[in-house]
């Protein structure tokens, strides 16, 4: 197997043509989603050509078929340091026996999704936006998927992409004029089915904003073409929310699709999931916020790991996120500086979280302290009648 080398993981490296299977790829296809998506890693068999794994990633292969499918495109793949048996990559996408086991608390739908459905495959949960949910599958699957119960095909429910029933609720409820295009993965459809949705939803009046939340740019940067952009930019108010976990994620091949989709107007946001041994770490998101802003991509949330059934190896404290985001604010430009949140179990959405900057509140003052822990104390503004006039 030819030797891969080691990415620094502040630096843009290139990945094609990449090596698959010891040979050298030529890059026509290397370049293609369709060949990237063909060639993905989905048995076990594919997996031990190119790595030797530990015996908790056999075992969690072997079980795989009937929780949350395999899937890793050759291009993902190759950022996988085959020395490091903790590689943040390979964390995030082969899976682990530890994916069997139950820890209380721990649930089938963490976000209480299924709870908040009027209709199959649209999410209401917040006044004026829904979540649509228009295909159960991605380019590759994360083993944390929050929504491991629907995607992929072998898990234990199945989506009913009733697109029609959520087009008519959607027209009926005149409060919502945000729309989430989730999934799966909505890039993975084709750009004529993909565009069927965009035109529909635009042809309903009170539908103002719309975005995607994709992880393609990432797992297949292939797949972002210049038709695809054409297409996507005729539906303006259009932002696409990317997730990217971690800075070696960020290729040339990732920083040339976002700028193409950039360059097409789509306001870029990143959707980060803290993870352990992933990007628990304050340099390690550093490294991540900076090349996002250099790819264009402003971070959006960093979002405490949903309590979804067998993803304790991979959850980091709440603390850990607080600390991270501690040493970002202050530190390191606004822009780089995501919102903690958690979505809160059972189902009461996004909740904000921060580091305590006000130490203490009354109705004359705040006392507040910055990035460098001075303190400073802000007077509120006292009511007219305790004021004398100023002389002119
Ligand atoms: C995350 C989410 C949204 C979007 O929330 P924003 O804070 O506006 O990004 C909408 N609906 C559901 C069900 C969600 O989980």
Redesign the pocket.
């Known amino acids: 197997m030819p030797t891969i080398e080691l990415l620094p993981e502040k630096e843009f490296r290139s990945h094609a043509p990449g090596y698959w299977k010891d040979q050298l790829v030529p890059e026509t296809d290397w370049n293609s989603a369709k060949w990237q998506l063909k060639n993905r890693i989905t048995t076990l068999s594919q997996l031990e050509e190119h790595l030797v794994l530990a015996d908790e990633e056999r075992a969690g292969v072997l079980l795989s078929g009937n929780k949350l499918a395999m899937a890793i495109t050759p291009h993902y793949f190759n950022l996988i340091d085959p020395l490091d048996p903790d590689c943040p990559i390979r964390r995030q996408v082969i899976p682990r026996i530890e994916e069997t086991l139950d820890d209380p608390g721990e649930m089938a739908d963490p976000?209480g999704e299924d709870s908040h459905m009027p209709v199959p495959g649209l999410?209401h949960?917040?006044p004026d936006?829904?979540?649509f949910l228009v295909t159960d599958r991605c380019a590759a699957y994360c083993r944390y998927c929050t929504r491991s119960r629907v995607v992929s095909g072998v898990g234990e429910q199945t989506l009913h992409l009733e697109h029609e029933a959520a087009f008519r609720y959607l027209e009926k409820h005149t409060e919502i004029r945000d729309v989430?295009l989730s999934g799966g993965d909505p890039l993975l459809l084709s750009d004529g089915k993909l565009e069927g949705i965009l035109s529909r939803l635009r042809s309903i009046k009170h539908i103002e904003f719309l975005r995607i939340g994709s992880r393609i740019p990432i797992f297949l940067p292939q797949r972002i073409t210049p038709e695809l952009c054409g297409m996507l930019k005729k539906y303006h108010p259009l932002f696409l929310s990317i997730h990217a976990n971690h800075p070696r994620e960020l290729t040339t091949e990732v920083r040339t699709a976002l700028e193409r989709l950039a360059d097409h107007g789509i306001p870029l946001g990143n959707q980060s999931v803290l993870l352990r041994n992933v990007n628990d770490d304050p340099a390690i998101m550093k490294s991540l916020v900076h090349k996002l802003l250099m790819c264009r991509v402003r971070p959006y949330y960093l979002y405490q790991c949903d309590l979804i059934k067998g993803s304790s190896h991979l959850r980091a404290s709440v603390a850990k996120g607080i600390e991270i985001i501690e040493s970002l604010r202050g530190h390191t430009t606004g822009y780089a500086v995501p919102q903690f949140v958690i979505?809160a179990p059972g189902g009461g959405g996004?909740v904000p979280l921060n580091p305590d900057y006000m130490l203490m509140k009354d109705e004359q003052r705040v006392l507040i302290r910055n990035y460098e822990g001075k303190v400073f104390e802000y007077p509120e503004a006292s009511s007219p009648a305790q004021l004398k006039v100023g002389q002119a």
């Open positions: 976000c999410v949960r917040y936006r829904v979540l989430l979505d996004k």
